[in-house]
C-alpha cells in the first residue's frame, strides 16, 4: 500500500521556521521524483520545491527560493522541506508527491500557517 504522510506543519510567526517531513513507504523511494506543493485557500496548488530522485538536483520556486530548502533521505524513505525565514503568504496546506512514468502519489497535506 503506498503511502505518503506529511508532518511538522503548525502555526508560526512571520519570520520563524517549520521543518517538513514526508515519511514514503510502498514503493520505490529512490527511483522517485520528489516534490513539495502548497495550496492557499482561494488560490491553485502550486509547485514549491522538487527534487531528482537521486537527490542531485533541485528546482525552487521563484517565492521560496534562499529561504526554503529540500532534501531528502533514501535511506530513510523520506523527504524533508526546511522553510525559514516565513511569509504570511507562505500560508498553504504543504502536499508532497512522488512521480514517475507510470506512477504519481500524493499525501494528504499538512497545513502550515503563518501569523503573528
Known amino acids: 500500500q503506498v503511502q505518503l504522510v506529511e508532518s511538522g506543519g503548525g502555526l508560526v510567526q512571520p519570520g520563524g521556521s517549520l521543518r517538513l517531513s514526508c515519511a514514503a513507504s510502498g514503493f520505490t523511494f529512490n527511483s522517485y521524483v520528489m516534490s513539495w506543493y502548497r495550496q492557499a485557500p482561494g488560490k491553485e496548488r502550486e509547485l514549491v520545491a522538487t527534487?531528482?530522485?537521486?537527490?542531485?538536483?533541485?528546482n525552487y520556486a521563484d517565492s521560496v527560493k534562499g529561504r526554503f530548502t529540500m532534501s531528502r533521505d533514501n535511506a530513510k524513505n523520506t523527504v524533508y522541506l526546511q522553510m525559514n525565514s516565513l511569509k504570511p503568504e507562505d500560508t498553504a496546506v504543504y502536499y508532497c508527491?512522488?512521480?514517475?512514468?507510470?506512477?504519481?502519489?500524493w499525501g494528504q497535506g499538512t497545513q502550515v500557517t503563518v501569523s503573528s
Open positions: 508527491r512522488a512521480n514517475r512514468f507510470r506512477g504519481d502519489y
Open positions: 527534487m531528482s530522485s537521486a537527490g542531485i538536483s533541485t
